[in-house]
């Protein structure tokens, strides 16, 4: 029996999958809609892809509008597996944004963070916490990626 994945998925994942539905991002992404990897975040964490999807630069270069950001997050919060912060280790990372990013994986167990800011998460290795870009998490995890961009 195959476990499902429990994986972090850093900010900067959620806007290159936002920027390109034929790259690696939006492929994990696909993969946390069908149930094939579990999305752990904080009430924190959400917040900041909400904030950082609703940015006009990212906007722009993502060509959505706020509507369209805010149907991704509302279906994205039914997806997430919800993580509560028992505990804060604060200060490990160089970029206050990421130790939530941090925090959630710790908290949650997560298998990994998934994240291409790889040398950001380093500390992560004191919590046991491999930090993989997309493509690492797909060879680590044996995920199949399927490619259907009608969804």
């Known amino acids: 029996m195959k476990l499902t994945p429990k994986l972090t998925i850093d900010t900067n994942i959620l806007v290159a999958a936002t920027r390109n539905r034929h790259g690696p991002s939006f492929a994990l992404m696909q ?10 975040c904080s009430p ?3 917040l900041e892809y909400e904030d950082v999807l609703k940015r006009p630069h990212q906007l722009t270069a993502s060509g959505l509008l706020i509507s369209d950001v805010e149907a ?8 997430i597996s919800p993580v509560v912060t028992h505990y804060q280790w604060r200060p490990q990372l160089r970029d206050p944004s990421d130790e939530m990013v941090l925090e959630a994986a710790a908290n949650a167990q997560a298998q990994a963070i998934v994240t291409y800011n790889l040398k950001d998460f380093l500390p992560a290795k004191r919590f046991g916490i491999p930090v993989l870009n997309p493509e690492q998490s ?9 490619r259907n961009l009608t969804s």
């Open 44 to 46: 924190a964490l959400f």
């Open 138 to 146: 797909f060879r680590q995890f044996n995920l199949a990626v399927q």
């Open 31 to 40: 993969l946390v809609r069908q149930g094939a990897v579990v999305m752990c």
């Open 72 to 79: 991704i997050l509302n279906e994205l919060a039914g997806l």
